[in-house]
C-alpha cells in the first residue's frame, strides 16, 4: 500500500489512547507514532480520524480530562451528518453491523485514501473494506 493518507482509529483504538492504565495503550501509541514515523520519512502526513459515533461508543468527551492524550494527538473528528448517516445506513442494511461500525463505513468512503484502521475487531472491517471495493490497511490491536 502507498503512503496512508487517513488512520482511523475503532473503538478499542480510543479507548486505549485515552487511558494510559488500558492493557493495550503502549501498543496503539507505538502505531500511531510507527505509523506517522513513516509517513514523515515521505512527502506529507497522515490524518488521524475517529467517526463521532465510535467517539461515542467509547466514550470519549472532548472537554473531559480523559480526552487529553487523544486531543494532543489531533485526532479529527468525522461527523455523522446527512450524507454520513445515508451511506451509513446502507451499510448497516447491507452487512448487518454495528451504528459506530457502519460510520466507519462512511468515513473511509467520504476521507482521503489510502487508509489504514486500528482495530481490535479485523473480520468487520475487511467485510466492510469487501463491501465498499476500497483498499485498507488493517492494524489488529
Not at 495503550?25 to 512527502?43: G, K, T, Y
Request: a positive charge; aromatic letters at 0%.
Amino acid at each position: 500500500m502507498s503512503q496512508v493518507k487517513t488512520v482511523l482509529l475503532d473503538n478499542e483504538a480510543v479507548q486505549a489512547l485515552a487511558d494510559p492504565g488500558h492493557r493495550k495503550h503502549r501498543q496503539v501509541i507505538a502505531v500511531v507514532e510507527a505509523l506517522a514515523a513513516r509517513n514523515l520519512r515521505r512527502v506529507g502526513s497522515a490524518r488521524l480520524v475517529v467517526p463521532t459515533a465510535v467517539r461515542v461508543e467509547a466514550g470519549w468527551n472532548r472537554r473531559s480530562p480523559k480526552g487529553a492524550v487523544l486531543n494532543r494527538l489531533r485526532v479529527g473528528d468525522e461527523p455523522l451528518d446527512g450524507d454520513a448517516a445515508n451511506r451509513a445506513a446502507g451499510v448497516r442494511a447491507a452487512l448487518a453491523v454495528s451504528v459506530a461500525d457502519a460510520h466507519l463505513a462512511a468515513t473511509l468512503a467520504a476521507t482521503t485514501k489510502p487508509h489504514a484502521i486500528l482495530t481490535s475487531d479485523p473480520d468487520d472491517l475487511r467485510r466492510i473494506a469487501k463491501h465498499l471495493g476500497v483498499e485498507l490497511a488493517i492494524v489488529t490491536i
